[in-house]
């Protein structure tokens, strides 16, 4: 018998990504970010969660139209999670064919509560 955990396949490599940007107001913005590791090749994207059990990419594939790039993201490390908020940042590889323009909109599903959220790589 062969036992697989539920944990999921999780893509990319860590990165060590930009800290979160400060407001005006001196808070901490702690929305989801992508930026570009090496552009055209390869960006990052940056989620926040609890650090025992970040939030991580598991597929990038091209949108339909092939101009926008479509990341689906799981929580990973179980079900015993710290209560803390801290970034999680992954470098992907663009899908293969993949011509980035100069503005590349990347949407982030997360699966664990069917949230999407948009945002730009720039050039």
């Known amino acids: 018998m062969v036992l697989s955990g ?3 396949q999780v893509i990319g ?8 940007g400060v407001r005006s107001d001196g808070s901490i913005d702690t929305r989801p970010a992508v930026g570009w590791v090496e552009p055209g090749a390869r960006f990052f994207v940056t989620t926040y969660g609890s ?8 597929a990038v594939t091209t949108t339909d139209d092939g101009r ?8 990973t490390g179980g079900n015993a999670c710290t209560a803390d908020l801290g970034p999680a940042s992954y470098a992907l590889d663009l899908p ?4 980035p323009r100069q ?5 982030l599903h997360f699966a664990d509560d069917d949230r ?5 790589l720039r050039r």
Do not use: H, I, K
Not at 51 to 58: D, L
Not at 68 to 75: E, H, I, M, Y
């Open 13 to 20: 490599d860590e990165y060590d990504a930009p800290g979160p």
């Open 51 to 58: 650090s025992s059990c970040p939030t991580a990419p598991t």
């Open 103 to 107: 503005a590349v909109v990347v949407s």
């Open 68 to 75: 926008g790039l479509d990341v689906a993201l799981r929580r």
């Open 6 to 8: 539920c944990a999921p």
């Open 96 to 99: 293969e064919g993949f011509r």
């Open 116 to 120: 999407v959220v948009r945002r730009t």
